[in-house]
């Protein structure tokens, strides 16, 4: 395990979330950071990514509005905050880091770092 995911847990629809993603090494020596979603039954989707450079973010359609990807500088950590959570965002979430010269970075393949994950459960 290369990354480590926190801040998941159970909360009722409406509620918001934050998570985190520590792993200062792995962090440094990537140009990106993207959050991940898998769902019982699903494969893993990209929800959200920054470039790490510049600040760019992109998101997925289902994340736009409600997630925000950020990251402080002086912790080396990165987060993903969620509001107005429903049922579907319920799964584990990942965060990976990579480096890549494709943007967005918003498949999996792009990353070469990968943490552990984090539960969100939504009732």
């Known amino acids: 395990v290369q990354l480590v995911e926190s801040g998941g847990g159970s909360v009722q629809a409406g509620g918001s979330l934050r998570l985190s993603c520590k792993g200062s090494?792995?962090?440094?020596?990537?140009?990106?950071v993207g959050w991940f979603r898998q769902a019982p039954g699903q494969e893993r989707e990209g929800v959200a990514a920054?470039?790490?450079?510049?600040?760019?973010?992109h998101y997925a359609d289902s994340a736009k509005g409600r997630f925000t990807i950020s990251r402080d500088k002086d912790r080396n950590t990165m987060y993903l905050e969620i509001l107005a959570l429903s049922p579907e965002d319920t799964g584990v979430y990942f965060c990976a880091a990579g480096t890549t010269r494709q943007w967005p970075a918003r498949y999996a393949y792009q990353y070469k770092f990968w943490g552990q994950g984090t539960q969100v459960t939504v009732s």
């Open positions: 090494e792995y962090i440094s020596s990537s140009n990106c």
């Open positions: 920054i470039y790490i450079g510049g600040g760019i973010t």
